[in-house]
């Protein structure tokens, strides 16, 4: 009964998480990154040529690129970010095979389901084209991966040896940040096997991690002189400060995902803590939570310590981070429901599943009112609906700071992002050497991705005018991390 108790709840809850994401990709703006992926992945440049001129001169592996340009037929940004829906399904059958060769993870695989549910990160990373979300299912596959090593202290079925070097391999190449995680969380299990000289489970453990950590040498060696080169002057801020905020957000975001599931692991460390009494040697479950806590608290030393040398730590990083607390959460909250009874069981789960719900239906909310570049394109689209004849103009000078930056395709990226929502909202722009300006209708200029140095409305004035418009009022309208400035005929 408890079995078919826990299937239940994984079914409802992956049926759940599905269509909040499938929700929330199509309803959700689009920002800058993502059009710098949408453009890096267009299907023009041959993959050879992207790969060298672009993925390759990009700050991270270049995994998720090729997976955004092998599903660039996909269309638009927001059916394109669908990607992530079929990386979760991916996710999800590694998981399922690795709780069929360890059906004792099955409560705890339950329990994480609810998490990820739950969790602000999950939707938020699952609704961008970028590899955060890569990241989350590639950190949770090998943190549960690990934890099946640890308890049957084997390799396992060919299926479950496979997808722990598929989820290495992953982790290891989609984010610096995610293989420097994926690496501290691997390296007390490997620790653990030797100090117990159980040369089997080492080399289970430690071989695919040697061959995935040797792909990402081989990589980093030819992206190495560009990383160096894109973070000289980078925009993370520096300090213990930041590294602090972002990895208390991070893990904040983590225990607050299910209350229910938080308290049933703290009384699942209590069970632990009796079953370590009773049997020191066999508790294998103990070994296995304090080796998951020690790689991600030696993960996230590791990670302030290089911030500190080099800022480059911010919360939507650590998602990888993020799978593995929640892996932590759900083995502990396991030794619970392994011990109460069907019925206590299915009440449990019946909450866990309502709160989770909840929490889901409100990340949707929050993703989908998220700032974007819809908020001016759709402010735009309802004056030209107003008013056919209104002229829209752009500035490269809007966005200097971004164009500046390594990669070089952030030269391109921001005029094609403009041309871009204009495309999808029905309007024109006018070509960036036009003064044209509307007779009878506004004529408006228009900036985005204005985040960081927020021009004032006299400083916006003063450049129209020293750009050769004859503007002498105009009226700024702020929208998220962009404006629109509205010059009146004859004003």
């Not at 990160?121 to 690990?146: I, M, N, Q």
Request: hydrophobic letters at 50%; aromatic letters at 8%.
């Amino acid at each position: 009964m408890s079995k078919k108790l826990q299937v239940g709840t994984i079914l409802l809850t992956v049926m759940a998480l599905a269509m909040g994401i499938a929700w929330a990709c199509l309803h959700r703006g689009p920002w800058y990154d993502e059009f710098y992926t949408q453009y890096v992945t267009r299907p023009g440049p041959g993959w050879g040529e992207a790969l060298r001129t672009s993925w390759l001169a990009d700050n991270h592996p270049p995994l998720y690129y090729a997976l955004a340009r092998a599903t660039a037929w996909m269309g638009s940004i927001q059916t394109h970010r669908l990607l992530n829906l079929a990386i979760g399904v991916a996710c999800l059958l590694a998981g399922v095979a690795v709780v069929r060769d360890v059906p004792r993870l099955l409560p705890a695989s339950a329990v994480l389901l609810l998490l990820l549910a739950g969790n602000e990160w999950t939707v938020l990373s699952a609704s961008e084209l970028r590899s955060y979300f890569l990241s989350l299912g590639a950190g949770t596959v090998l943190a549960l991966s690990l934890s099946a090593l640890s308890l049957t202290c084997e390799g396992g079925s060919r299926a479950r040896r496979l997808i722990y070097f598929a989820s290495v391999l992953v982790a290891f190449n989609t984010h610096i940040v995610t293989t420097l995680i994926a690496g501290a969380l691997i390296a007390p299990f490997i620790a653990a096997a030797v100090l117990r000289r159980d040369w089997t489970l080492a080399r289970a453990v430690a071989v695919p991690a040697l061959a995935a950590g040797g792909v990402f040498i081989a990589i980093s060696l030819i992206q190495l002189p560009y990383w160096q080169a894109n973070t000289r002057a980078f925009w993370i801020p520096a300090g213990f400060g930041e590294a602090r905020w972002s990895i208390e957000y991070a893990l904040l975001r983590s225990l607050e995902a299910n209350p229910l599931v938080l308290l049933g692991a703290l009384a699942g460390v209590l069970l632990m803590g009796r079953d370590l009494i009773r049997n020191r040697t066999a508790c294998t479950e103990v070994r296995t939570l304090a080796l998951l806590a020690t790689g991600v608290m030696a993960g996230l030393g590791m990670l302030v310590v290089v911030h500190l040398l080099h800022p480059m730590l911010i919360e939507k990083y650590l998602t990888a981070m993020v799978g593995a607390v929640s892996v932590g959460i759900a083995l502990a909250c396991g030794r619970l429901l392994r011990a109460l009874g069907p019925k206590t069981t299915a009440v449990f789960l019946g909450f866990a599943l309502l709160v989770s719900a909840c929490g889901l239906v409100q990340n949707v909310g929050k993703v989908e009112a998220r700032y974007s570049w819809y908020g001016t394109g759709g402010f735009i689209a309802r004056e030209v609906h107003l008013c056919p004849g209104t002229v829209i103009h752009t500035d490269r000078f809007w966005n200097a700071d971004v164009l500046s930056l390594p990669p070089a395709d952030n030269l391109s990226v921001a005029p094609w992002a403009y041309r871009e929502v204009a495309g999808h909202f029905g309007f024109a722009i006018e070509p960036e050497t036009s003064r044209k300006r509307a007779q009878a209708c506004p004529t408006l200029f228009w900036a985005e991705h204005d985040s960081r140095h927020r021009l004032s409305d006299a400083a916006i004035l003063v450049h129209l005018r020293q750009s050769g418009f004859a503007v002498d009022a105009i009226e700024v309208h702020r929208i998220g991390d962009g404006w629109v400035a509205v010059s009146q005929p004859g004003a």
